[in-house]
């Protein structure tokens, strides 16, 4: 068997329930944890902290992925797909910095292929992309209900209006990018 290649991509399209459910369809993704990033008030967030908008932090995914399987180009194409980049500080109902849009590149080499991916996939909208570009300083886990939120709350009004139909537009998107 071939040695895996493990890399982090760090992600912001909103509720990071969301991202969260649309990753976890993706080939070669290995795990994803939900958490806080982007933030200027030090120490560890809360969830209730977050929501008020005033720590500075989004709602992002840590995502581990098989570069042998899939290359951050393509998750990155996926990430700005399934959510709407051109609008600031929110996605649908959800209003406020901490769901805007944005990419927490690891390193230069992410920084270069996240320029060139927001470049490629403007054409895809009429209104210019606003997701935002940050190197990756502090990534705080999220409280464990946050974590594989979908899976775990199906049945919930938000997941059935909001999350499903992202799942539906990842699934014709994207087919050939996702697990059998």
Same mark, same amino acid.
């Given at each position: 068997m071939a040695t895996k290649n493990l890399q982090q991509a760090t992600l912001g399209g909103g509720c990071f329930w969301c991202t969260e459910a649309v990753f976890? &369809? !993706? $080939?070669? !993704? &290995? $795990? %994803? %944890? +939900?958490? *806080? +990033?982007?933030g200027n008030v030090p120490g560890y967030p809360t969830y209730r902290e977050i929501c008020s908008g005033l720590t500075g932090h989004a709602e992002v995914i840590q995502i581990t992925f098989d570069a042998n399987i899939i290359s951050f180009e393509d998750i990155l194409v996926i990430f700005m797909t399934t959510h709407d980049p051109t609008t600031l500080n929110r996605q649908g109902a959800d209003r406020g910095t901490q769901y805007r849009s944005v990419i927490f590149y690891h390193d230069e080499a992410q920084k270069v292929i996240?320029? #060139? !991916? !927001? #470049?490629?996939?403007?054409? *895809?909208?009429e209104s210019p992309i606003v997701t935002q570009m940050a190197p990756l300083d502090v990534f705080y886990e999220a409280e464990k209900e946050h974590q594989d939120y979908y899976r775990n709350n199906q049945e919930q009004g938000y997941c059935n209006f909001v999350i499903t139909p992202k799942l539906a537009k990842l699934r014709k998107l994207h087919a050939d990018k996702l697990k059998l």
């Open positions: 976890q &369809e !993706v $080939n070669g !993704v &290995e $795990n %994803i %944890i +939900s958490g *806080y +990033s982007g996240a320029e #060139k !991916v !927001v #470049k490629q996939v403007q054409a *895809y909208y």
